[in-house]
Every structure is written in structure tokens, then in C-alpha cells.
């Protein structure tokens, strides 16, 4: 109940080309969806987040699509660059006593090619 | 405004040995959070700490792990005598801790190697 399933595992796409990564999950509990940009060697950096009061939120070229019935929320990455080759991370919390605490996906190794 | 920090950013152990890994949260952030990262996975969450309380520890093993957060000073995991399966990169996070406001930020990382 506590998973967060994403994919693919890993994308290659050419620059300029939309980059889109799924992630579906179990627990109707998470209320909060965000995502996570990692370079090698690095820590975690977070790029954009959603609540399940809207069904989309874009923010430059990066936007979340949320799909509550399905249960399934999605990275769109418009005009990719080579820059954006990192790994992604779909996450997912809920309130209460476990308030903040991050369940991730397996993550996405993104390749951008120029 | 400085981020999350963490020390020491690389640690090398012997078996057997303890690990002390340390954050400072973000100014203005009460809350913590401890992460694990094997090679080629995804994060884990471990500990939820705020100032000189545990909230929630359910990820974290039952045997030779800690973590504290006292009222002056960096968070701290503590890893007593470590193995080989230890080995993996262990990255803190903090949240203001706001109501309705959950955002984590990441610090860089402390990799540990057990040889």
C-alpha cells in the first residue's frame, strides 16, 4: 500500500523532444506528489510538486499531470535539453503521524542527446 | 541562505566500526529527515525527526542505528558496528514544517563505504 511504482527506468531523447515520465501509486492517503531532480554525485533537488486539488501544475518547462481516479501522476519535460540528463524521482507523502515522510519511485535515467 | 548541509561528505570504515553522519538543516527548519540510497535505487526513508524528538523511525533498522536531533547542533545517524550492506549514500532532508507545507530539501550526501 505504501508503493510508488515509476517508469520507464530509463528514456533516451533527442534535444528538443518531450520527456515523460509515469509514476502510478496505491495509497489514496498521499495527499502531496512531488519530483526529484538528481545529478551524479549530488543530493536530491526538488523541481516541481502537486496536490490532488488540481490536475496539472507547469512551471517553465516542466509540468505534472495528475489523474486521481487513476491514481497516476506524470513528469512532462517540454523542449529537453542536454542539461536535463539526470535521474528523476517520482515521490509521495501523506498527513498525519507520518506527515512529510517521502515514499520514491525507483527513479528514471533520463539521456538527452544533443 | 545556505541549504542542507551534511558531513562528512565521504566516510570510509572498517567492519565493525560506528559511523557518525551529521546535517544541518536549512535556517528556519525544524524538522529532518533521514534517507537511504543503495547503489542503482531509489531512496528509503529511515528517520523523522524534529527538535529533540523521534516522530516516526519506522524505516530505520532496529539494530545498531540512531538518530537524534538535539535542541543546539546538527542532526545525527549513528551506525554502530557496520557492515558491508551499510555501504550506500545517506542523504538528510529538511522541511520547515509549516502546516500544509511539506517540501523536503535536500543535503548533498554522506557516501559510505564498509570495507
Known amino acids: 500500500q505504501q508503493q510508488v511504482k515509476q517508469s520507464p527506468q530509463s528514456l533516451i531523447v533527442q534535444k528538443g523532444g518531450i520527456s515523460i515520465i509515469n509514476c502510478a501509486y496505491e495509497?489514496?492517503?498521499?495527499?502531496?506528489f512531488p519530483w526529484y531532480q538528481q545529478f551524479p554525485g549530488k543530493g536530491p533537488a526538488l523541481l516541481i510538486a502537486i496536490r490532488p486539488d488540481v490536475s496539472e501544475k507547469k512551471e517553465g518547462r516542466f509540468t505534472i499531470s495528475f489523474n486521481k481516479s487513476a491514481k497516476q501522476f506524470s513528469l512532462h519535460i517540454m523542449d529537453s535539453q542536454p542539461g536535463d540528463s539526470a535521474t528523476y524521482f517520482c515521490a509521495a507523502s501523506r498527513g498525519g503521524t507520518s506527515y512529510g515522510k517521502l515514499t520514491f519511485g525507483q527513479g528514471t535515467i533520463l539521456t538527452v542527446h544533443p | 541562505n545556505a541549504g542542507v548541509m551534511q558531513n562528512p561528505r565521504h566516510l570510509v570504515r572498517r567492519r565493525g566500526q560506528e559511523a557518525r553522519l551529521r546535517c544541518s538543516p536549512m535556517?528556519?527548519?525544524?524538522?529532518v529527515y533521514w534517507y537511504r540510497q543503495l547503489p542503482e535505487e531509489g531512496l528509503k526513508f529511515m528517520v523523522y525527526l524534529q527538535k529533540e524528538n523521534i516522530i516516526d523511525e519506522s524505516g530505520m533498522p532496529k539494530e545498531r542505528f540512531s538518530a537524534e536531533f538535539p535542541k543546539e547542533g546538527p542532526s545525527i545517524l549513528r551506525i554502530q558496528q557496520v557492515v558491508r550492506g551499510d555501504s550506500a549514500a545517506y542523504f538528510c532532508?529538511?522541511?520547515?514544517?509549516?502546516?500544509?507545507?511539506?517540501?523536503?530539501?535536500f543535503g548533498p550526501g554522506t557516501r559510505l563505504t564498509v570495507l
Open positions: 535556517k528556519g527548519h525544524s524538522h
Open positions: 495509497n489514496t492517503a498521499f495527499d502531496y
Open positions: 532532508a529538511s522541511s520547515p514544517g509549516t502546516s500544509g507545507n511539506n517540501e523536503q530539501f
